[in-house]
T-cell receptor, first 111, second 114 residues
Framework: AQSVSQHNHHVILSEAASLELGCNYSYGGTVNLFWYVQYPGQHLQLLLKYFSGDPLVKGIKGFEAEFIKSKFSFNLRKPSVQWSDTAEYFCAVIETDKLIFGTGTRLQVFP | DAGITQSPRYKITETGRQVTLMCHQTWSHSYMFWYRQDLGHGLRLIYYSAAADITDKGEVPDGYVVSRSKTENFPLTLESATRSQTSVYFC?????????????FGPGTRLTVL
């Protein structure tokens, strides 16, 4: 079965710092990949997704992710974080109609 | 324009009691899902449903029961609540059309079992 690894459990940054959150999935073939964000006390919202085509995917709020098939990776990036990006970030992959989530990365951004 | 709603938002119950968490979506999506979110585990799938009257187990189904008599509703029942079922529960529905395949999540139910 597919699995998703998020290596950074807790990331602390200052505003304007660059962000990269790691995500690896366990096996290849055709994959559909997602990043979701959960702001404090809120539900999960879709940040971006990759189905096919350009491996560099742009999402909302200045986030982007790069699909690297050879590395089974789908890392999330943002060049300059803001305090409002403080949240938990989840990487996920679809397997037979179901989403398989990573354990999440908690991002704290300090002013 | 409600999308997907869950009720109650907060629930405190006692060990051994039956609890039902409600989920309602207004989009007529075929697929619906129940997840639980626990620290260190991320989101884990409890049950899902591909259509009315079709349900299937996810990763952690033990102690839970679901039904789907109508497309828009997908209640989750804890038949005899245990402390290990203290968690935040999220319902989701799935939109698939053309090149899109996205799950939309409800606001969650925070359940505490004493």
């Amino acid at each position: 079965a597919q699995s998703v690894s998020q290596h950074n459990h807790h990331v602390i940054l200052s505003e304007a710092a660059s962000l990269e959150l790691g995500c690896n999935y366990s096996y290849g073939g055709t994959v559909n990949l997602f990043w979701y964000v959960q702001y404090p006390g809120q539900h999960l919202q879709l940040l971006l997704k990759y189905f096919s085509g350009d491996p560099l995917v742009k999402g909302i709020k200045g986030f982007e992710a790069e699909f690297i098939k050879s590395k089974f990776s789908f890392n999330l990036r943002k060049p300059s974080v803001q305090w409002s990006d403080t949240a938990e970030y989840f990487c996920a992959v679809i397997e037979t109609d179901k989403l398989i989530f990573g354990t999440g990365t908690r991002l704290q951004v300090f002013p | 324009d409600a999308g997907i709603t869950q009720s109650p938002r907060y629930k405190i119950t006692e060990t051994g009691r039956q609890v039902t968490l409600m989920c309602h979506q207004t989009w007529s999506h075929s697929y619906m899902f129940w997840y639980r979110q626990d620290l260190g585990h991320g989101l884990r799938l409890i049950y899902y449903s591909a259509a009315a009257d079709i349900t299937d187990k996810g990763e952690v189904p033990d102690g839970y029961v679901v039904s789907r008599s109508k497309t828009e509703n997908f209640p989750l029942t804890l038949e005899s609540a245990t402390r290990s079922q203290t968690s935040v529960y999220f319902c989701a529905s799935r939109a698939t059309s053309g090149n899109t395949d996205t799950q939309y999540f409800g606001p969650g139910t925070r359940l505490t079992v004493l």
